[in-house]
């Protein structure tokens, strides 16, 4: 499971992301303390907890050198851990993930949780869904699911279980009950690769 960059983490790697394309070399601990003001030591702890998500890394002839290469996966909208909700991919936005976090070949694209219903899988309500796009999952896959009903679409994030004629919805939150439906009502779009855990700080 990866996490995402705390909002003090994401204002520190801007500035090094910034501070390296003007430069082409990262600032100092101290230039960049004197830039953000803030200490040399909140920067280099700050720094160090990135280089462990994976977005910096150690170079040969600095301390500090931006991960590479990222991939931009497009962030197409929102996915419900809880009740269906109506499908739509309009890219929102795009984010950079290290190449190194995505294993699978892809397409990928990203989307947002909402609602609790996935939470026994730490799943939780504004994380970012990295997905796998493609339409067969294996018996215990988290997938996301269309389910289509007189022309209308809408679309929910679950552990997916196959029968001959059938396919199991599980929800991980022992407050939300199974869903069984027939396979020509649904549509697998995707395989959960990755979930980015959301911070507020």
């Not at 960059?5 to 790697?13: E, G, I």
């Not at 910096?56 to 991960?67: E, G, I, K, Q, R």
């Not at 996935?118 to 896959?141: F, H, R």
Request: proline share 5%; with cysteine; charged share 25%.
């Amino acid at each position: 499971m990866l996490q995402s960059l705390t909002t003090k983490q994401q204002k520190v790697m801007k500035y090094y992301r910034d501070y390296i394309e003007k430069h082409s070399y990262p600032p100092t601990y101290q230039q960049a303390a004197d830039d953000l003001w803030i200490s040399p030591s909140v920067v280099h702890n700050h720094v160090k907890n990135i280089k462990k998500l994976g977005y910096m890394t150690n170079n040969p002839t600095w301390d500090v050198a931006l991960s590479a290469p990222l991939k931009k996966v497009p962030l197409v909208g929102a996915v419900a851990c809880g009740e269906p909700i109506d499908v739509y991919e309009s890219v929102d936005d795009h984010i950079d993930l290290p190449k190194s976090m995505l294993k699978w070949i892809g397409p990928f694209y990203a989307l947002k949780a909402q609602w609790r219903s996935m939470i026994n899988v730490w799943i939780n309500d504004g994380d970012t869904l990295i997905i796998g796009k493609q339409q067969a999952v294996n018996d215990g896959d988290i997938a996301v699911v269309v389910m289509k009903n007189d022309g209308d679409e809408s679309a929910t994030l679950k552990r997916v279980f196959r029968k001959p004629l059938s396919i199991v919805l599980k929800a991980e939150n022992d407050g939300f009950p199974n869903a069984v439906l027939t396979w020509w009502d649904v549509e697998i779009r995707g395989k959960l690769i990755n979930v980015i855990r959301q911070y507020s700080n």
